[in-house]
């Protein structure tokens, strides 16, 4: 099943601007639609096209990338191995998987210069920076990450085309929905918290209206992915880091208790474990910014973070991965609008994951009390003009804020916007602006 992207958008105007002059390549974790959109892409928007899948090749074709001296006998060899016919400069060819054949993505290089066809490169992250350590990275890439499906997408995808521009310009007008809407919309978006965004989460959706499909089709790709963890660490802490990720944020705790998901590790051994898994774009991090400005990034604390799951569905079935279906609460509590604040983290990766789609890195910050035993926690800062604007996120009562005004007035000079994303409707009040869950993807 073929789902809408907004990658494909991106895709268009680098074969506009580039022209040929630079490979495109897809990063990003498994499962979220890279190779589809890429295949997608190639049949609509050039004459012919040619898929090399480097995860199941014969050993002719990738010897064929041993010696690419006489690109000629390249083109014709890989014409008649596969049967189609490439045109120049009208004609795109994909390298799928392309991790699996370093030499092909080091072939780019002279395949661009060459000039004849277009090329677009999918891949894992982990595996593409794992297996270009002994080749020559090619300076002819331009590199697009790829997320799972984003709200809109997942809308589009159950048909609707509608509801997030009517969303976006209430939004821009600042104007409360009404009672009966809200509701509808926060039915609506519950029901993407549950599913998510991975095509193969969402298709089982679609195909049967069966919670009990689509939470297996999750936990094939969550088994996919701690398969992959092993490829960035081999004695199994990556793996330990990300199953435990609910159960981290449940503790409502400032920062990833490294010690409690691996005994007796120190977060200052395993940084590089976790910038891995960041890269692999199978988790979000969020670092502290121990003084936060507009350059966020230059205050990040990398021992103090906070780790969420890459998509919120898959959050859902890895908290209760360990049981049947059945047993998990957050279904049942989600889907009869009953997620208490005892399960508001649910709220708060599901908010991380839209920021990261709209290109924000994440960031957090607390304040010590006075008596500097408790903390104040903005639960996200992000840059805002010349400024930031603070983000504190409520699964329930909305009336106490006490950590985002005590951010604002110590960085009083530094607030452009003050931000209470909740799940009630929209509303301005005191200079603050409450914006239900499902408005995060406008900020």
């Known amino acids: 099943m073929y789902f ?43 004459k012919s096209y040619l898929l090399i899948d480097f995860s199941r090749i014969s050993k002719e074709v990738t010897d064929l990338f041993n010696d690419i001296s006489d690109l000629n006998y390249l083109f014709l060899r890989l014409q008649f191995i596969y049967q189609v016919q490439l045109y120049e400069r009208e004609s795109v060819i994909i390298f ?18 060459d000039h004849r066809y277009d090329y677009i490169e999918t891949g894992s ?50 104007l409360p929905l009404g009672d009966a809407v809200h509701r509808k919309l926060m039915r609506d978006f519950r029901l993407y918290m549950l599913v998510g965004g991975m095509p193969q989460a969402v298709s089982a959706y ?57 005994p007796n590790e120190k977060v200052d051994r395993i940084i590089n474990i976790v910038k891995e898994m960041e890269d692999s774009m199978t988790v979000n991090v969020a670092f502290h910014s121990d003084d936060p400005n507009v350059g966020l990034a230059l205050t990040k604390n990398d021992e103090y973070f906070k780790m969420y799951a890459s998509d919120t569905g898959l959050f859902v079935t890895l908290a209760f991965k360990d049981r049947d279906i059945t047993e998990n609460v957050i279904y049942d509590k989600l889907l009869s609008d009953k997620l208490g604040t005892n399960l508001g ?22 304040i010590p009390y006075a008596e500097g035993k408790k903390y104040y926690e903005i639960d996200f800062v992000i840059p805002d003009g010349h400024k930031i604007s603070p983000i504190e996120v409520k699964s329930s009562g909305y009336k106490s804020h006490k950590s985002l005004d005590q951010f604002c007035i110590k960085y009083s000079d530094r607030i452009m916007n003050k931000y209470v994303i909740y799940t009630k409707d929209y509303k301005r009040e005191n200079g603050i602006d409450y914006i239900p869950v499902y408005m995060t993807m406008f900020l």
């Open 4 to 46: 809408k992207r907004k990658m494909y958008d991106t895709m268009l105007k680098w074969k506009s601007e580039r022209n040929g002059d630079t490979a495109l390549l897809i990063q990003g974790a498994r499962r979220i639609g890279k190779s589809t959109i890429a295949e997608e892409f190639a049949r609509h928007e050039y």
């Open 96 to 113: 799928d998987e392309v991790q699996l054949q370093p030499l092909a993505r080091q072939a780019i290089k002279h395949l661009v210069k």
């Open 125 to 174: 992250l982990i595996s593409v920076r794992s297996k270009s350590r002994d080749i020559i990275i090619p300076s002819e890439e331009t590199k697009v990450d790829m997320y799972p499906m984003d709200y809109e997408e997942f809308r589009w995808a159950l048909g609707d085309t509608a509801t997030i521009p009517l969303l976006r310009t209430a939004f821009e007008k600042k």
């Open 206 to 262: 679609i195909k049967t209206n069966n919670f009990s499909i689509v939470d297996v089709a999750k936990r094939d790709i969550i088994a996919l992915y701690e398969e992959d963890f092993g490829k960035i660490d081999d004695s199994g802490k990556a793996k330990s880091m990300y199953d435990v990720i609910p159960a981290q944020l449940s503790k409502n705790v400032l920062r990833y208790q490294v010690g409690k998901a691996i």
């Open 345 to 366: 983290y649910v709220y708060e990766n599901v908010i991380a994951q839209m920021l990261k789609a709209t290109g924000k890195n994440l960031f957090y910050h607390t």
